[in-house]
């Protein structure tokens, strides 16, 4: 079965920094991977996704992330953070067999 | 406005109380789900339902009932809850590119 590793538990970023979210997975083959957005007391929303293709993907709200299949990852990128990306980030896999896995989530906080 | 809706956001109950979380969303998706969200553990599958009447457990079932009569709804029963079902539960719905939407969650406590 696949896995999910998010290295980073808590991330604090100065606001206007750069942001890269790591995301490790485990996967015999080409997995669908996810990154969503969880703010404070709200559900999950999608970010991103990568099926398959151009391995740097775009997002919603400026976030991109790049497939990288030699070293299993999909880092989660932003050029320059904003007060509002503060929120915990999951990477997700899933695969044909609708199989999704989720990693423990990193929470980003912003520093004004 | 395209959306899974739960209820209640919030419960407090006691051990042993059968108590439901309802789901239902209104984007005609076939595939729905349930999971727990634990602090250092992420989200965890409970049940999903890839139709109406089709139903299977996913990572931690135990304790949990699920049933899909109807496409749209989706709950989660839990027949005699116990303190370590405390929790974040989701429910959750996916297009067919495996795009989940997500409830906004209910926050269960059982004392």
């Known amino acids: 079965a696949q896995s999910v590793t998010q290295p980073d538990i808590h991330i604090t970023v100065s606001e206007g920094a750069s942001l890269e979210l790591r995301c490790n997975y485990s996967?015999?083959?080409?997995?669908?991977l996810f990154w969503y957005v969880q703010s404070p007391g709200q559900g999950l929303q999608l970010l991103l996704k990568?099926?398959?293709?151009?391995?740097l993907v775009q997002g919603i709200k400026g976030f991109e992330a790049e497939f990288k299949r030699s070293q299993s990852s999909f880092n989660l990128r932003k050029p320059s953070v904003h007060w509002s990306d503060a929120a915990e980030y999951f990477c997700?896999?899933?695969?044909?067999?609708?199989?999704?896995?989720f990693g423990a989530g990193t929470r980003l906080t912003v520093k004004p | 406005e395209a959306q899974v809706t739960q209820n209640p956001r919030y419960l407090i109950t006691v051990t042993g109380k059968k108590l439901t979380v309802t789901c239902s969303q209104n984007?005609?998706?076939?595939?729905m789900s349930w999971y727990r969200q634990d602090p250092g553990l992420g989200l965890r599958q409970i049940y999903y339902?890839?139709?109406?009447?089709?139903?299977d457990k996913g990572d931690v079932p135990e304790g949990y009932k699920v049933s899909r009569k109807e496409k749209r709804n989706f709950p989660l029963i839990l027949e005699s809850p116990s303190p370590n079902q405390t929790s974040l539960y989701f429910c959750?719905?996916?297009?067919?590119?495996?795009?989940?939407?997500f409830g906004p969650g209910t926050r269960l406590t059982v004392t």
């Open positions: 997700a896999v899933g695969a044909d067999n609708n199989d999704m896995r």
């Open positions: 996967y015999g083959a080409t997995p669908y």
């Open positions: 990568y099926f398959s293709g151009d391995t």
């Open positions: 984007m005609n998706h076939e595939y």
């Open positions: 339902s890839m139709n109406v009447e089709v139903t």
């Open positions: 959750a719905s996916m297009t067919n590119l495996y795009e989940q939407y």
